[in-house]
C-alpha cells in the first residue's frame, strides 16, 4: 500500500489564459496564454493498493455524511458512462477510463484518509481528485509517467465528464511550488520559478454564489476572433496586457521584491474589472469580492490582494505582510464568516544544470583507453541495444528534466570526438540500414547534443579542480554532478538523478546520493555517517564524510544503524547536488595552494565536508542500482550484469 498526497491549486496571476491561448489554433494573432500556478497546502490524502475493482473509499472526517463508498468494474464503457453521469465519483472514473482504455491496467483502491482542501472554492478540488487517481495508476502499475503525463492524463479524464476545467487546474500534479505554466494551443509547458524570499499567502472562501459555467460561456464569446471593442479589450487583457503581468511578477518573485508584487495583484484586479468582467456582469459584479478588496483593516495587513480562478464571488486572495500579518489576516476573515488558510510560498531552487567530468584518461583501463575514452566503452543494455556509457548517463539526465549538460574535457583536441557522436548526423547509408525505431532514435542522440556544454582541465590537479572549471556554466546555480566511470539503473518508475533532484529541493542544501556497501569494501569509496531524518531510514543528516577510510576505522567510527540495529556502511553514490557554496569553497581551496605554492590536488571531498560543516549535508537513500566501469573487475561485472532486465 503507497500513501499519496496531493494538493489542490491556486492561481496567483493570469486566469482564463490557459482557454484563451488554446484559440491561437484557430487563430495566429491570439497572443500565447501564460499563468503562475502553485499547489497549496491543503489538499487530498490517500492510501492506494491494486484491487481487481475501481473503487474509491473514505474515512476522512472532513467529508460529509453523504458520503458513500464507491465500486465499479474495471470495464471501460461503464467507467466512461460514470464519467458522463454527474455522479460525485465522474472525475475518478474519467480517469480511470483513459488509463484502462490507453495502458491496459487492473483496478485500484483509493482510500482517502484526510481531505483538507474546500471544495467548490476556486482551488480545483476536481483536478486534485483526477491527478490522484492518475498518479496512483502510474505508481502502482509502473507506468514510469512523469509529473507531466500524471498532469496530462487528469485533464483529459477530467474532459471525459461534463466539467469543463481549464490546462492550468492540473498543475497541483506540481506540488506546493510555484510554476510558470504558458499555454500556445495545444502545447502546454510548465517551468518551476524561483522565489528569493517567502511569500505569505492568504486565500479564502467568500462563501458566495457564482456560475462559473456561465462565466467561461460569456467569455469564451470573444473567441476565437473579437468583432467589437468590449471584446477586443478581453483578448487585450488576457493576452498582451497578461504576458507583460506574468513577466513582472516572475521578475519580483526571483528578487523577493513582496511590496511590487502585491500591487501588482491590485493592477491586475484593476484591469480584469474594466477590460474583462464586462463580457458577463451578472457574475462578475461580484459585490462580495470587491467589498472585502476594499477593506481598509484588510490593507493594513497585505501587499494586495485579487480574485480567484474564474473570479466572481468565489475565492479571494491576498499577499500578507509578514508572517504575523498573514495569521491576523486569517483570523480576521474567518471571525467574518469566510473560511481562510495560508500558504507560505518558501525560496525554491530547481535543478536544471548537471556537470560530467570526462577529463581522466583510465589508467586502469590502459591499453583500451589509448584508442577510446573510457567514457565512450559500450555497454550492453537491457532493450538490446549498445550504448557508450556517456550515452547512458545523459539519456538518464534528459529523462530526470535536466536542460544543460557541462562536459569537463581533458583537452579541446577532446571536444571532436563529442562533437562526431552527438553533433554529426548518421550518413544516409549507414542511417538507411538502421530499422525505423533506430533511425528515430537517432534523433534524440542528436537532441541531446543540442543540450551539451565544454570545458577544459588543462592542469590535472584533482576531481575537485576539475569540478571547479563548471564554475562560470552553473553561475551560483544548483548542479547536479555524476561521475563519467559510473552509472545507474532505478528500481522504482524514476531515474536516480531525478529521486535525488525531488530530494534536494525539499532540503535546499548539499544533497548527496547514498548507497550501502559491505564493510570490506569501504576502502574504495566516500563513507558517510550521521544520523537518520526518518523512521524509513532513507534521509540521513550527514555529521561525518570520509574519503575511502579503512575498514578498521569505518567498523569503529562510521557504522549507522539500520532498522533492524544491524550497521550499515553507506558510501557516496556517485551523484551529488552541489550548491553555489561548493564552488565558493573549491575557489577558496585553489587560492589557498595558489598563494601558498602548494600544487597539491584540488579534493572535492575537503570541499564537500567544509561546506557540510557550515550548512549541513543530507544524504539520500536512492532506489537504484550502482554500475562501475572504472577498473577491469568493475567493466567486467557490469558488462554482465547491466544488460540484465
Same mark, same amino acid.
Given at each position: 500500500?503507497?500513501?499519496?498526497?496531493?494538493?489542490?491549486?491556486?492561481?496567483?496571476?493570469?486566469?482564463?489564459?490557459?482557454?484563451?491561448?488554446?484559440?491561437?489554433?484557430?487563430?495566429?494573432?491570439?497572443?500565447?496564454?501564460?499563468?503562475?500556478?502553485?499547489?497549496?497546502?491543503?489538499?487530498?490524502?490517500?492510501?492506494?493498493?491494486?484491487?481487481?475493482?475501481?473503487?474509491?473509499?473514505?474515512?476522512?472526517?472532513?467529508?460529509?455524511?453523504?458520503?458513500?463508498?464507491?465500486?465499479?468494474?474495471?470495464?471501460?464503457?461503464?467507467?466512461?458512462?460514470?464519467?458522463?453521469?454527474?455522479?460525485?465519483?465522474?472525475?475518478?472514473?474519467?480517469?480511470?477510463?483513459?488509463?484502462?482504455?490507453?495502458?491496459?491496467?487492473?483496478?485500484?483502491?483509493?482510500?482517502?484518509?484526510?481531505?483538507?482542501?474546500?471544495?467548490?472554492?476556486?482551488?480545483?478540488?476536481?483536478?486534485?481528485?483526477?491527478?490522484?487517481?492518475?498518479?496512483?495508476?502510474?505508481?502502482?502499475?509502473?507506468?514510469?509517467?512523469?509529473?507531466?503525463?500524471?498532469?496530462?492524463?487528469?485533464?483529459?479524464?477530467?474532459?471525459?465528464?461534463?466539467?469543463?476545467?481549464?490546462?492550468?487546474?492540473?498543475?497541483?500534479?506540481?506540488?506546493?511550488?510555484?510554476?510558470?505554466?504558458?499555454?500556445?494551443?495545444?502545447?502546454?509547458?510548465?517551468?518551476?520559478?524561483?522565489?528569493?524570499?517567502?511569500?505569505?499567502?492568504?486565500?479564502?472562501?467568500?462563501?458566495?454564489?457564482?456560475?462559473?459555467?456561465?462565466?467561461?460561456?460569456?467569455?469564451?464569446?470573444?473567441?476565437?476572433?473579437?468583432?467589437?471593442?468590449?471584446?477586443?479589450?478581453?483578448?487585450?487583457?488576457?493576452?498582451?496586457?497578461?504576458?507583460?503581468?506574468?513577466?513582472?511578477?516572475?521578475?519580483?518573485?526571483?528578487?523577493?521584491?513582496?511590496?511590487?508584487?502585491?500591487?501588482?495583484?491590485?493592477?491586475?484586479?484593476?484591469?480584469?474589472?474594466?477590460?474583462?468582467?464586462?463580457?458577463?456582469?451578472?457574475?462578475?459584479?461580484?459585490?462580495?469580492?470587491?467589498?472585502?478588496?476594499?477593506?481598509?483593516?484588510?490593507?493594513?495587513?497585505?501587499?494586495?490582494?485579487?480574485?480567484?480562478?474564474?473570479?466572481?464571488?468565489?475565492?479571494?486572495?491576498?499577499?500578507?505582510?509578514?508572517?504575523?500579518?498573514?495569521?491576523?489576516?486569517?483570523?480576521?476573515?474567518?471571525?467574518?464568516?469566510?473560511?481562510?488558510?495560508?500558504?507560505?510560498?518558501?525560496?525554491?531552487?530547481?535543478?536544471?544544470?548537471?556537470?560530467?567530468?570526462?577529463?581522466?584518461?583510465?589508467?586502469?583501463?590502459?591499453?583500451?583507453?589509448?584508442?577510446?575514452?573510457?567514457?565512450?566503452?559500450?555497454?550492453?543494455?537491457?532493450?538490446?541495444?549498445?550504448?557508450?556509457?556517456?550515452?547512458?548517463?545523459?539519456?538518464?539526465?534528459?529523462?530526470?528534466?535536466?536542460?544543460?549538460?557541462?562536459?569537463?574535457?581533458?583537452?579541446?583536441?577532446?571536444?571532436?570526438?563529442?562533437?562526431?557522436?552527438?553533433?554529426?548526423?548518421?550518413?544516409?547509408?549507414?542511417?538507411?540500414?538502421?530499422?525505423?525505431?533506430?533511425?528515430?532514435?537517432?534523433?534524440?542522440?542528436?537532441?541531446?547534443?543540442?543540450?551539451?556544454?565544454?570545458?577544459?582541465?588543462?592542469?590535472?590537479?584533482?576531481?575537485?579542480?576539475?569540478?571547479?572549471?563548471?564554475?562560470?556554466?552553473?553561475?551560483?546555480?544548483?548542479?547536479?554532478?555524476?561521475?563519467?566511470?559510473?552509472?545507474?539503473?532505478?528500481?522504482?518508475?524514476?531515474?536516480?538523478?531525478?529521486?535525488?533532484?525531488?530530494?534536494?529541493?525539499?532540503?535546499?542544501?548539499?544533497?548527496?546520493?547514498?548507497?550501502?556497501?559491505? +564493510?570490506? !569494501? #569501504?576502502?574504495?569509496?566516500?563513507? /558517510?555517517? %550521521?544520523?537518520?531524518?526518518?523512521? $524509513?531510514?532513507?534521509? &540521513?543528516?550527514?555529521?561525518?564524510?570520509?574519503?575511502?577510510?579503512?575498514?578498521?576505522?569505518?567498523?569503529?567510527?562510521?557504522?549507522?544503524?539500520?532498522?533492524?540495529?544491524?550497521?550499515?556502511?553507506?558510501?557516496?553514490?556517485?551523484?551529488?547536488?552541489?550548491?553555489?557554496?561548493?564552488?565558493?569553497?573549491?575557489?577558496?581551496?585553489?587560492?589557498?595552494?595558489?598563494?601558498?605554492?602548494?600544487?597539491?590536488?584540488?579534493?572535492?571531498?575537503?570541499? +564537500?565536508? !567544509? #561546506?557540510?560543516?557550515?550548512?549541513? /549535508?543530507? %544524504?539520500?537513500?536512492?532506489?537504484? $542500482?550502482?554500475?562501475? &566501469?572504472?577498473?577491469?573487475?568493475?567493466?567486467?561485472?557490469?558488462?554482465?550484469?547491466?544488460?540484465?532486465?
Amino acid at each position: 500500500m503507497m500513501k499519496l498526497f496531493v494538493p489542490g491549486r491556486l492561481c496567483l496571476f493570469g486566469e482564463h489564459t490557459d482557454w484563451a491561448g488554446h484559440y491561437r489554433t484557430m487563430n495566429a494573432d491570439i497572443a500565447p496564454g501564460a499563468a503562475i500556478v502553485t499547489g497549496i497546502e491543503q489538499g487530498i490524502y490517500a492510501e492506494v493498493e491494486k484491487s481487481p475493482l475501481f473503487e474509491v473509499q473514505s474515512v476522512a472526517p472532513s467529508i460529509n455524511s453523504d458520503w458513500r463508498d464507491f465500486a465499479c468494474r474495471m470495464d471501460e464503457q461503464e467507467l466512461k458512462r460514470i464519467a458522463r453521469s454527474g455522479d460525485f465519483f465522474c472525475y475518478c472514473a474519467g480517469v480511470a477510463s483513459y488509463m484502462l482504455e490507453w495502458y491496459k491496467v487492473g483496478g485500484v483502491r483509493i482510500r482517502i484518509t484526510d481531505m483538507t482542501l474546500p471544495m467548490k472554492s476556486g482551488l480545483s478540488s476536481s483536478a486534485a481528485i483526477c491527478v490522484l487517481v492518475a498518479r496512483a495508476f502510474n505508481l502502482l502499475y509502473n507506468l514510469n509517467l512523469n509529473t507531466m503525463g500524471e498532469m496530462n492524463i487528469a485533464y483529459v479524464g477530467e474532459l471525459r465528464t461534463s466539467s469543463r476545467c481549464g490546462r492550468l487546474d492540473q498543475a497541483c500534479a506540481f506540488g506546493v511550488k510555484p510554476n510558470l505554466m504558458t499555454f500556445d494551443g495545444d502545447e502546454v509547458e510548465v517551468q518551476p520559478l524561483k522565489v528569493k524570499k517567502q511569500l505569505y499567502w492568504v486565500f479564502a472562501d467568500l462563501c458566495g454564489e457564482k456560475d462559473t459555467i456561465k462565466i467561461l460561456s460569456d467569455l469564451n464569446r470573444a473567441y476565437p476572433f473579437a468583432n467589437n471593442e468590449q471584446e477586443r479589450l478581453e483578448h487585450d487583457a488576457l493576452g498582451k496586457k497578461n504576458q507583460e503581468f506574468i513577466e513582472r511578477a516572475v521578475k519580483y518573485m526571483a528578487e523577493g521584491n513582496r511590496e511590487a508584487l502585491g500591487q501588482l495583484m491590485t493592477e491586475t484586479e484593476e484591469v480584469f474589472d474594466r477590460q474583462v468582467a464586462p463580457m458577463c456582469p451578472s457574475e462578475l459584479t461580484s459585490p462580495k469580492l470587491k467589498a472585502v478588496l476594499a477593506d481598509e483593516h484588510i490593507k493594513t495587513l497585505t501587499f494586495g490582494g485579487k480574485g480567484v480562478g474564474s473570479h466572481g464571488d468565489g475565492s479571494v486572495q491576498f499577499l500578507a505582510r509578514n508572517a504575523e500579518a498573514q495569521q491576523q489576516l486569517v483570523d480576521y476573515l474567518n471571525a467574518k464568516g469566510m473560511p481562510a488558510y495560508t500558504l507560505t510560498i518558501k525560496p525554491v531552487h530547481t535543478v536544471r544544470k548537471a556537470v560530467i567530468p570526462v577529463a581522466g584518461f583510465g589508467t586502469r583501463l590502459y591499453p583500451a583507453t589509448r584508442a577510446m575514452k573510457k567514457d565512450f566503452f559500450p555497454i550492453p543494455c537491457p532493450d538490446g541495444m549498445v550504448r557508450p556509457v556517456i550515452l547512458i548517463l545523459l539519456e538518464e539526465l534528459m529523462n530526470s528534466g535536466i536542460e544543460e549538460v557541462c562536459l569537463v574535457l581533458g583537452s579541446e583536441e577532446e571536444r571532436q570526438m563529442y562533437a562526431d557522436f552527438f553533433e554529426r548526423p548518421l550518413p544516409n547509408d549507414h542511417l538507411r540500414k538502421l530499422n525505423a525505431e533506430s533511425q528515430e532514435y537517432e534523433n534524440r542522440i542528436l537532441d541531446i547534443g543540442k543540450r551539451l556544454r565544454y570545458v577544459y582541465q588543462k592542469e590535472k590537479r584533482g576531481f575537485g579542480h576539475a569540478v571547479y572549471q563548471t564554475a562560470e556554466f552553473a553561475h551560483g546555480e544548483p548542479v547536479l554532478l555524476m561521475l563519467g566511470d559510473t552509472f545507474y539503473r532505478t528500481t522504482c518508475n524514476k531515474p536516480c538523478a531525478l529521486q535525488l533532484i525531488e530530494a534536494y529541493e525539499r532540503t535546499n542544501t548539499l544533497t548527496l546520493g547514498l548507497y550501502p556497501v559491505p +564493510l570490506t !569494501a #569501504v576502502s574504495h569509496f566516500g563513507i /558517510m555517517s %550521521g544520523v537518520w531524518e526518518d523512521k $524509513e531510514c532513507n534521509v &540521513m543528516h550527514v555529521n561525518v564524510l570520509s574519503e575511502k577510510p579503512t575498514s578498521k576505522y569505518a567498523e569503529e567510527f562510521l557504522g549507522v544503524r539500520h532498522q533492524n540495529g544491524e550497521k550499515e556502511y553507506c558510501s557516496v553514490f556517485g551523484q551529488y547536488i552541489l550548491t553555489p557554496e561548493v564552488f565558493d569553497q573549491l575557489e577558496r581551496d585553489i587560492r589557498q595552494a595558489d598563494a601558498s605554492g602548494d600544487q597539491h590536488e584540488i579534493e572535492l571531498t575537503s570541499a +564537500l565536508d !567544509a #561546506v557540510r560543516r557550515q550548512t549541513g /549535508m543530507f %544524504g539520500i537513500r536512492l532506489k537504484g $542500482e550502482r554500475y562501475d &566501469m572504472g577498473n577491469p573487475t568493475a567493466l567486467a561485472a557490469t558488462v554482465r550484469d547491466f544488460a540484465q532486465v
